[in-house]
């Protein structure tokens, strides 16, 4: 079975401050791991997806995540955050052997004030 | 280039009463998912369908819910006799390909509360 553990109910940060989203999964298979926002009033986004390659990726809106194997972690990272950034992170985790559902973790509410 | 589209957004019912809620997913996505978010918690997996295949029903919380979906097209979800836990948000995805490293592209999702 698989399940994903975001450690951070609710983080509050200052604008234009650094940001981390911290992401733990749980997989006995590979698994293929993603990050997905939701904007106030709005539907789930991708925002970044590791299949395989590279651990660090790199998202929209200038976000970026580095896939960890040994600490089967999935952090997700910000330079300098924005207003606009304010909304719900969910991480969620599928693996080649299953149809393509996701199991996702609780969010985490980033809430960006000036 | 229309997105997935839910119906209702939102459905107010009382205790006892069966609900349909509706999918249309993006045209040529052969894969479709729902899903559940309750208040304050992540999102559930209910249901999936791939094509003509047996649809993966594993994700559903009893025999008061059920889905279907015709060939690669709309999809509805029905839940009879509602309970007060019934209520959350059901979104829909759908999916290029039944596989886990395709995205799935989510619709706004049917806020459903059970009085």
């Known amino acids: 079975a698989q399940s994903v553990t975001q450690l951070d109910s609710q983080v509050p940060v200052f604008e234009e401050a650094p940001v981390e989203l911290r992401c733990n999964y749980s997989?006995?298979?590979?698994?293929?791991l993603f990050w997905y926002v939701q904007y106030p009033n709005q539907g789930l986004q991708l925002l970044l997806k590791?299949?395989?390659?590279?651990?660090l990726v790199k998202g929209i809106n200038g976000f970026e995540a580095e896939f960890n194997k040994s600490q089967t972690s999935f952090h997700l990272r910000k330079p300098s955050v924005h207003i606009s950034d304010t909304a719900e992170y969910f991480c969620a985790v599928s693996s080649s052997s299953n149809t393509g559902k996701l199991i996702f973790g609780q969010g985490t509410t980033l809430q960006v004030k000036p | 280039g229309a997105g997935v589209s839910q119906s209702p957004s939102n459905k107010v019912t009382e205790k006892g009463k069966d609900v349909e809620l509706r999918c249309d997913p993006i045209?040529?996505?052969?894969?479709l998912y729902w899903y559940r978010q309750r208040l304050g918690q992540g999102l559930e997996f209910l249901i999936y369908?791939?094509?003509?295949?047996?649809?993966?029903k594993s994700g559903l919380p009893s025999d008061r819910f059920s889905a279907e979906r015709t060939g690669e097209s709309v999809s509805t979800l029905t839940i009879q006799r509602t309970q007060q836990e019934d209520s959350a948000v059901y979104l829909c995805?759908?999916?290029?390909?039944?596989?886990?490293?395709?995205?799935?592209?989510f619709g706004p999702g049917t806020r459903l509360t059970v009085l």
């Open positions: 369908f791939q094509g003509n295949s047996a649809p993966d």
């Open positions: 045209s040529g996505h052969t894969a």
């Open positions: 997989s006995s298979v590979s698994v293929y």
């Open positions: 995805a759908s999916s290029p390909v039944g596989q886990g490293l395709a995205e799935q592209f």
């Open positions: 590791y299949l395989s390659g590279s651990t």
